[in-house]
């Protein structure tokens, strides 16, 4: 495997030199789209979120910064991911207001119906099972709570389709799909925006009541 195809590949599940470096430029690399996300959230006031798959840091940190009455769990897989994202939210860990956890999405550590709001940031692409995953997210939330997914590729882009040939365990879905996954999983109120000159997609899901 060729060093550039050796750090793509850290977009799974960063480890190592390579991976300090991935996640750095996950931070600055995907910040315009992830803030164009949250632009699409509604005037909602979140007492308690849930960040699944934080990578670096960054957009947990935007979250607690956008909703200051709020308190955050972030949840990575990968132990260089926790440390950075600790690292990159210090002073909201020490106010108690950031909680960062390793595990898995498919077994989410976290106590039924505690989130109002779950975000998911470039990251379902390597969710094992989307319904399966989706169908946790939907447990830790209330009923009428909010899951935000944020995509960079719709699926149907030239270089969404390359890079999900090229990184392994990676599968860049429609939105067709990802909505009918939702659907399937408890989502009843599910709503997908297309950014108006990239191939960004942003899904809103609401948990039936």
Same mark, same amino acid.
Request: contains cysteine.
């Given at each position: 495997?060729?060093?550039?195809?050796?750090?793509?590949?850290?977009?799974?599940?960063?480890? *190592?030199?390579?991976?300090?470096?991935?996640?750095?430029?996950?931070?600055?690399?995907?910040?315009?789209?992830?803030?164009?996300?949250?632009?699409?959230?509604?005037?909602?006031?979140?007492?308690?979120?849930?960040?699944?798959?934080?990578?670096?840091?960054?957009?947990?940190?935007?979250?607690?910064?956008?909703?200051?009455?709020?308190?955050?769990?972030?949840?990575?897989?990968?132990?260089?991911?926790?440390?950075?994202?600790?690292?990159?939210?210090?002073?909201?860990?020490?106010?108690?207001?950031?909680?960062?956890?390793?595990?898995?999405?498919?077994?989410?550590?976290?106590?039924?119906?505690?989130?109002?709001?779950?975000?998911?940031?470039?990251?379902?692409?390597?969710?094992?099972?989307?319904?399966?995953?989706?169908?946790?997210?939907?447990?830790?939330?209330?009923?009428?709570?909010?899951?935000?997914?944020?995509?960079?590729?719709?699926?149907?882009?030239?270089? *969404?389709?390359?890079?999900?040939?090229?990184? *392994?365990?990676?599968?860049?879905?429609?939105?067709?799909?990802?909505?009918?996954?939702?659907?399937?999983?408890?989502?009843?109120?599910?709503?997908?925006?297309?950014?108006?000159?990239?191939?960004?997609?942003?899904?809103?899901?609401?948990?039936?009541?």
């Amino acid at each position: 495997m060729g060093l550039v195809r050796k750090f793509l590949n850290q977009t799974r599940k960063p480890e *190592g030199i390579l991976g300090k470096v991935m996640l750095g430029e996950m931070n600055s690399g995907h910040a315009a789209m992830a803030d164009w996300g949250m632009g699409r959230l509604p005037e909602i006031h979140p007492r308690r979120i849930i960040d699944i798959g934080c990578g670096g840091g960054r957009n947990a940190r935007v979250l607690l910064e956008k909703y200051p009455q709020a308190v955050l769990t972030a949840v990575d897989h990968s132990p260089l991911s926790v440390e950075k994202t600790v690292e990159c939210n210090r002073e909201f860990v020490l106010q108690g207001r950031c909680t960062v956890l390793q595990g898995d999405v498919g077994r989410l550590p976290c106590v039924s119906e505690s989130f109002d709001l779950a975000t998911a940031f470039e990251t379902i692409y390597f969710w094992p099972g989307l319904k399966q995953c989706f169908a946790q997210v939907a447990r830790v939330l209330q009923p009428g709570g909010l899951l935000l997914i944020v995509n960079e590729s719709d699926g149907m882009d030239k270089a *969404g389709r390359k890079y999900g040939k090229i990184i *392994g365990g990676m599968t860049v879905y429609t939105a067709g799909q990802i909505e009918a996954a939702l659907h399937g999983a408890g989502f009843s109120i599910v709503k997908t925006e297309h950014h108006p000159s990239r191939p960004w997609i942003a899904v809103r899901a609401t948990k039936a009541d």
